[in-house]
């Protein structure tokens, strides 16, 4: 294995729960309200374009800025833990280590230069750079290039049905975590871990 491919919302950055709170307050005052049940059995995975279209059946310029302006005022290291933090430090020893998200680099990076883990992170992928979200694999074909590797020469870690779908598709090898959905929901993923964690990691690079 020469690259490890990590999501960010839910997988590195376990930020779900905070992201569902957001969604609710903006769809609350859009005039559509959202429960949480809803939010996760179908909105978790999926690009904040997405989240918006699905569930307004319009897509919102406005609202989706808003909803950036919120996550950067609440969100900020603490949703990456120690445990992720050291797995994908012990990663970047190995191999390169790269963010495929859905989110917007606005987001992301704030998030990874507060853990500390800019420096660990060869490449980011994010909404600001594809032109389809996940499912599709476009941002890990973007990922798989821009690292020079095959998919075979990869893995990727996911928290969510779309995310998988999406890493699946782009040829990687696939562990889905269940920090966001059931295990059940992530069957299409090639392994299912709890969450990244040294063990994972370790894992992943001994069966390079």
């Excluded at 406005?62 to 919120?70: D, S």
């Excluded at 990869?154 to 890493?167: K, L």
């Excluded at 990687?172 to 295990?183: D, E």
Aim: aromatic fraction near 6%; charged fraction near 25%; hydrophobic fraction near 45%.
């Amino acid at each position: 294995m020469r690259a490890l491919l990590l999501d960010f919302n839910g997988t590195l950055s376990e930020d779900e729960p905070l992201l569902c709170r957001i969604f609710q307050e903006l769809f609350a005052d859009a005039g559509k309200p959202l429960s949480e049940q809803d939010y996760y059995a179908q909105l978790a995975g999926f690009s904040d374009r997405e989240v918006i279209h699905r569930w307004l059946g319009r897509y919102d310029l406005a609202l989706e800025a808003r909803k950036t302006k919120r996550y950067l005022e609440l969100a900020d290291g603490s949703t990456i833990g120690e445990e992720a933090r050291a797995a994908v430090r012990k990663a970047a020893e190995r191999v390169a280590v790269g963010v495929v998200s859905g989110s917007v680099r606005a987001e992301i990076q704030p998030v990874l230069d507060a853990a500390g883990l800019s420096p660990a992170i060869t490449v980011v992928v994010s909404a600001d750079d594809i032109r389809r979200s996940k499912p599709d694999p476009e941002g890990y074909l973007i990922a798989l290039h821009l690292l020079g590797v095959t998919p075979g020469e990869a893995a990727a870690v996911e928290d969510s049905e779309a995310g998988v779908g999406a890493a699946k598709a782009a040829g990687l090898y696939t562990v889905g975590v269940t920090t966001t959905l059931p295990a059940e929901r992530l069957s299409a993923a090639d392994a299912v871990a709890s969450r990244v964690d040294r063990n994972l990691i370790a894992g992943l690079l001994s069966s390079a």
